[in-house]
């Protein structure tokens, strides 16, 4: 999704279209859906149509993904970077995959990685904090190679705005970059 950086809904979904995954894909897996629906419960689905399920499917590959997007870089881009007063750019695909890093910062030829965790409310927040146990290891090699430490950004939406949930973070990142500053 960093890669095409939509500024509307319709630019994501012209993206996905061309470059992740056919329309025809969405439709085969709303209909693989309805069949799977009907099949199990059958007798407590039957106002359910066809149509809903690729609707469903449209919404939860498009208009979620798209949302969490945005929600991730409302969160670091308005507010995280304005308040450490530094640029905070896009990790290359590279690093996401092998760190679990989609943002950065760069001091003095070193490396600070953020990690960006949309949360749906506060009961997410236990399973990020189980990923982030598991992410470990990757974000001790990020360090080991780069310099810097990587740290986890939990974003929630708080009525229709969307704020950094773990606030001491900030505190955190910026002992970082203080500590970089003066390598």
Known sequence: MRKCAPKTIKDWESYYFKNVKPKEHIVDLGKKLYVKITEVIASEVEAI??????????????????????????TIYGQLQEI???????????????????????????????QIKPAGGVSHISQIFKE???????????TEKYGGKVFYVISIKEGDKKKIHNTEVINEIKQEIERLGKI
């Open 132 to 142: 982030r146990q598991l992410q470990e290891k990757t974000h001790k090699k990020f």
């Open 84 to 114: 450490l007063g530094v640029k905070i750019e896009p990790a290359p695909d590279e690093w996401d995959r092998l760190f679990n890093v989609d943002f950065f910062i760069k001091l003095n030829g070193k490396y600070i990685g953020l």
């Open 49 to 74: 149509t066809e149509e809903d399920c690729v609707a469903y499917i449209f919404d939860l590959v498009i208009k979620r993904t798209f949302d969490g997007y945005m929600t991730e870089r409302v």
